[in-house]
């Protein structure tokens, strides 16, 4: 076999692991942000200086420690003991917790903490959840060529929940929650002229797609075909979905977007029971019959999406809903947890009583995991940050960028200058500034690595070293060009 088969049989025929530990693997996002920002604060203690020395490289390195790095160790050589990684990562959490309750000299009463009024510009969960989907999707593309990488938390073939199944869901849900609609942007005029400008504002990802099949195509780069199929990719996808969602939006109240979103994941689940279309999706010896029969996976799962995409629209209202008080958060973010929780038991029955999760198809089974995963890792966030909110309020530091502040009608210059500094120096702004730059520079290092690297056959520390180069000049390139205020679009 060449070592484009061999790549491409490396990443076929994968089932998957458990719902369980996809769920409690997520949940290391959230501790790493954690102790992050209680690091921070620990460190701010008693000074008014910034605990880390003002000079950038510094700060990048001490978040590219704190976060990056333990994603990388957790899918790779510490994969094998996930669960006493969280555990462990959990109990220094609550050390950090306590020592700080423990220096604190005065009580801080609940109600009065839950009744305090909250200062953000934007909802810091939700940019938050963003860009540790990207960070997480950058660390598996590479990462699975890699033998040092788990095969159950690769994209399973059919059938299954890889960790890398949830990617394109996440993905999708993440650009829902902050779309157009949501922000109630760009949405006045005719319904037409909003359909035309939304076909037209999806020509990046047109443009990104028609490059990435061109370089693929001529380079000979390896392709799991079941994946989307032969011609089709990630951005077309995303381009597809996008435009499908804005034509049920223009036509549709945005209020009643959760039950169309139901509706077509269960219509789209009758169709494939009912018909032969999940035994045409499947079929693997037809790829030379049209373009249809080459790339059915990407073009009816795109249905799916639309349900998923819908969802997060409505996740976004919710979310985007005028609240002040840091009550009224906790009780929106119990709100998704038990939501999430409820998703995750129609998950379950979908599975013994109707069918497995199925990223290929994107079946029912897979639009209720990929929300329900989604709106467990969003009130995990939000949860991390209200317990840094506690703490920051314990020692009255505010010392944490991208993560929410508790609301001063008076600041002193030298405080407003600190947190401006803090906001300018943090990796997880300068990500979120340009998400789709990153993901793009994440691809296109991902393609050099492959050609000069022979993945299959490195030592599992020489796999490890890559991919945490890999991982820092993907966050170097996107920090400087946050330290010097650029943000990169094409639209």
Not at 292 to 312: C, D, Q, R, T
Not at 315 to 344: D, F, H
Not at 432 to 445: E, K, P, S, T
């Amino acid at each position: 076999m060449s070592q484009k088969e061999l790549k491409e049989a490396f990443v076929s025929h994968l089932n998957g692991t458990t719902l369980t530990e996809v769920t409690f693997g997520s949940s290391l996002a959230p501790l790493c942000l954690l102790n992050r920002g209680l690091l921070l604060i620990m460190c701010h203690r008693g000074s008014e200086a910034l605990p880390i020395p003002t000079r950038s490289i510094l700060h990048l390195l001490f978040d590219y420690t704190a976060v990056i790095v333990p994603l990388v160790l957790s899918c790779t050589i510490l994969s094998d003991i996930l669960f006493q990684v969280v555990i462990s990562l959990s109990l220094i959490s609550v050390c950090m917790l306590a020592y700080i309750c423990h220096s604190n000299t005065r009580f801080i009463e609940p109600k009065p903490f839950l009744t305090s009024h909250l200062h953000f510009e934007r909802v810091p969960f939700v940019s938050n959840f963003r860009v540790f989907v990207i960070l997480k999707t950058a660390i598996s593309i590479l990462a699975v060529d890699f033998a040092i990488f788990p095969r159950r938390f690769a994209k399973t073939e059919t059938y299954g929940t890889g960790v890398m199944d949830y990617g394109v869901g996440g993905f999708v849900f993440a650009n829902a929650l902050v779309c157009s609609e949501v922000r109630k942007k760009g949405v006045t005029g005719s319904k037409l002229n909003y359909i035309t400008k939304q076909l037209v504002s999806v020509w990046p990802l047109v443009a990104l797609g028609l490059g990435r099949l061109i370089s693929v195509k001529m380079t000979g780069y390896h392709e799991h075909v079941t994946e989307y199929g032969v011609h089709w990719n990630f951005f077309f996808t995303l381009a597809l979905v996008r435009v499908s969602a804005s034509i049920f939006l223009a036509v549709m109240p945005i209020d009643q977007c959760l039950i169309f979103s139901l509706l077509i994941a269960v219509m789209y689940q009758f169709i494939l029971d009912t018909t032969g279309l999940k035994e045409f999706i499947v079929l693997n010896n037809d790829r030379d019959l049209g373009f249809l029969h080459s790339n059915k996976e990407g073009i009816f799962s795109v249905v799916g999406y639309v349900a998923i995409y819908l969802a997060g629209v409505h996740v976004g209202v919710y979310v985007m809903q005028q609240r002040v008080t840091v009550k009224e958060w906790l009780r929106a973010l119990i709100y998704l947890l038990m939501s999430s929780i409820g998703l995750y038991a129609a998950v379950c029955l979908c599975q013994v009583h109707l069918e497995p999760v199925s990223r290929r198809l994107a079946n029912l089974p897979f639009c209720l995991w990929s929300i329900a995963q989604s709106l467990f890792f969003v009130s995990s966030l939000g949860l991390a940050d209200l317990l840094l909110l506690f703490s920051k309020r314990s020692l009255s530091v505010d010392c944490v960028p991208s993560s929410w502040s508790l609301f001063r009608e008076q600041e002193d210059l030298s405080s407003l200058k600190n947190k401006d500094d803090l906001k300018r120096l943090c990796l997880l702004r300068a990500i979120n500034r340009n998400l789709l730059i990153f993901f793009l520079l994440a691809n296109v290092i991902t393609g050099v690595t492959n050609s000069v690297v022979d993945t299959l056959n490195c030592t599992e520390e020489f796999a490890v070293y890559v991919l945490l180069l890999y991982m820092f000049l993907n966050c170097f390139v996107i920090y400087v060009l946050h330290i010097f205020g650029i943000t990169i679009k094409f639209w």
